[in-house]
C-alpha cells in the first residue's frame, strides 16, 4: 500500500511517502528561525508557515518518492496532541486530498506515532527490530510536551504506566535554556554543550527519585537550576559563560538521565512479565532522545537486564516527522483489514478506537 502522511503538530511541517512500512521519501520543513526571537513556537506564526508551506512539503515528498496523488492509497494526518491551529492544517488538507481521490483518510495520534517510529523500516527495508509480533514491549517517550511510559501489548493495545505530573522533560532543556541565554530552541544545544562538560561540579536533585512510582516531574528540577544558576552568578560575577556553563549543562542532562533510567528500570522490573509473557524489549521516541547520552544510559542499563533496546532508524524519526505517521498508519490500517498484507485494498476505513496513549 502506498501511504501519504503529514505532520503539522507544532513548528514543523512534515510529509512523507510510505511503501507499506518502508519509508520512501520524509520532508521536514523546521520553522525554528521563525520563532526564535520570540524563544518559544508563537501558534499564530506557526499556523501561517504550515499553511504556506505544506503544499511545496507535499510536492517535494512525492517528487523524492517518484510518485503521484493518483497512486496513493491511504491518507494520514496527526489529529492529536499538538497545537491546535496547527493541527488543523495538515488534517483539512489531507482530508481535501482524499476525498479529492476517493481514497480513505486514517488519523494518528502523534504519541503513538513516537511510541512506533522504531518500527519503520527504510527505503530498502532494512529494519531495526525483531519480528513485530515480538511483543509485549515498553514504550518511553521523551518530548517537548510528554514524558510517559507506554506498555505495549500489541499495535493499538497500549497502557500508559507512567507520565509526567507536571513539566514534560523536553520543556525542561529548553527553559534551563533560556535561564543559560543560550537561545531557541535550547534542548539541542545543551545537549552539545554538556559533551563539552564534566559532571559532578554541580549536582542537581533526581526529580522523583524516592517516590516509588513510574510517573515523572520536572518542574522541581528547573526551579533548583534557577536558584543554582542565580548563586553561580553572584558568588563569580567575574566568571565567563566558558567557565562553567558546559559543567552545568552536563550536570542538568545527568539529573534528566537519572531520572528517566530510574523510571525505566522501575517499569521494566515490575512488567518484566505481563499476561505470562515475558517483557521483549524497550521501544524509545521523542525528540530528547536525540540525546545519545541518555540514549546510551538507557541501553547500558538494559544491558544489565539482558531487555533489547529498539530505537528509529535515524535521528530524523526521533523529533517531530511524517514518517513515523505513515508507519503509525501502516499497522493501523493492516490490523483493520488483514488482507491489506496480501497486496489486498480496501476502499473505506473508520477511525480506530485506538486507546489514547496521551491525554495532554
Known amino acids: 500500500m502506498r501511504i501519504l502522511a503529514v505532520d503539522t503538530s507544532c513548528d514543523e511541517t512534515s510529509a512523507a511517502v510510505l511503501h507499506n512500512d518502508r519509508v520512501i521519501s520524509n520532508v521536514i520543513s523546521s520553522q525554528v528561525d521563525l520563532h526564535k526571537k520570540w524563544g518559544g513556537v508563537v501558534p499564530d506564526i506557526a499556523r501561517r508557515a504550515h499553511n504556506e508551506r505544506i503544499d511545496p512539503v507535499i510536492r517535494e515528498a512525492l517528487a523524492r518518492?517518484?510518485?503521484?496523488?493518483?497512486?496513493?492509497?491511504?491518507?494520514?494526518?496527526?489529529?492529536?496532541?499538538?497545537l491546535a491551529i496547527a493541527l488543523e492544517v495538515g488534517l483539512k488538507h489531507i482530508q481535501a486530498l482524499a476525498l479529492e481521490h476517493g481514497k480513505p483518510f486514517i488519523p494518528i495520534n502523534h504519541m503513538e506515532g513516537h511510541l512506533l517510529s522504531p518500527f519503520a523500516r527504510n527505503a530498502k527495508g532494512n529494519h531495526p527490530l525483531p519480528p513485530p509480533e515480538k511483543f509485549p514491549l515498553i514504550g518511553l517517550l521523551v518530548s517537548g510536551g510528554h514524558t510517559e511510559l507506554v506498555l505495549t501489548h500489541d499495535f493499538g493495545n497500549y497502557a500508559r504506566i507512567g507520565s509526567t505530573l507536571d513539566d514534560a522533560a523536553g520543556e525542561a532543556?529548553?527553559?534551563?535554556?533560556?535561564?543559560?541565554?543560550?537561545?531557541?530552541?535550547?534542548?539541542?544545544?545543551?545537549?552539545?554543550?554538556?559533551?563539552?562538560?564534566?559532571?559532578?561540579?554541580?549536582?542537581?536533585?533526581?526529580?522523583?527519585e524516592h517516590s516509588n512510582d513510574l510517573n515523572f516531574s520536572f518542574s522541581g528540577l528547573k526551579t533548583a537550576c534557577l536558584y543554582r544558576?542565580?548563586?553561580?552568578?553572584?558568588?563569580?560575577?567575574?566568571?565567563?559563560?566558558?567557565?562553567?556553563?558546559?559543567?552545568?549543562?552536563?550536570?542538568?542532562?545527568?539529573?534528566?538521565?537519572?531520572?528517566?533510567?530510574?523510571?525505566?528500570e522501575g517499569a521494566v522490573d515490575h512488567y518484566s512479565t505481563v499476561d505470562g509473557h515475558s517483557l521483549k524489549g524497550i521501544l524509545l521516541g521523542g525528540g530528547v532522545m536525540s540525546n545519545k547520552d541518555i540514549r546510551s544510559a538507557i541501553?547500558?542499563?538494559?544491558?544489565?537486564?539482558?531487555?533489547?533496546?529498539?530505537?528509529?532508524?535515524?535521528?530524523?524519526?526521533?523529533?517531530?516527522?511524517?514518517?513515523?505517521?505513515?508507519t503509525t498508519a501502516y499497522y493501523s490500517v493492516r490490523r483493520s483489514d488483514p488482507a491489506v498484507t496480501e497486496g489486498q485494498r480496501i476502499k473505506t476505513i473508520e477511525r480506530d478506537p485506538v486507546a489514547e496513549i496521551s491525554s495532554r
Open 299 to 326: 541501553r547500558q542499563s538494559m544491558r544489565k537486564r539482558n531487555i533489547p533496546v529498539y530505537q528509529p532508524y535515524s535521528t530524523r524519526l526521533y523529533t517531530d516527522n511524517a514518517a513515523m505517521i505513515g
Open 229 to 264: 544558576i542565580r548563586e553561580i552568578r553572584q558568588e563569580y560575577p567575574l566568571w565567563k559563560p566558558r567557565d562553567w556553563v558546559y559543567d552545568f549543562c552536563a550536570d542538568f542532562v545527568r539529573s534528566v538521565t537519572l531520572s528517566l533510567v530510574l523510571k525505566l
Open 65 to 82: 518518492s517518484r510518485t503521484t496523488l493518483e497512486t496513493i492509497d491511504y491518507f494520514s494526518a496527526t489529529y492529536g496532541p499538538g
Open 173 to 208: 532543556f529548553d527553559k534551563v535554556a533560556k535561564m543559560l541565554e543560550l537561545g531557541y530552541p535550547g534542548g539541542p544545544v545543551i545537549s552539545e554543550f554538556a559533551k563539552k562538560g564534566k559532571p559532578g561540579r554541580f549536582p542537581l536533585p533526581v526529580p522523583m
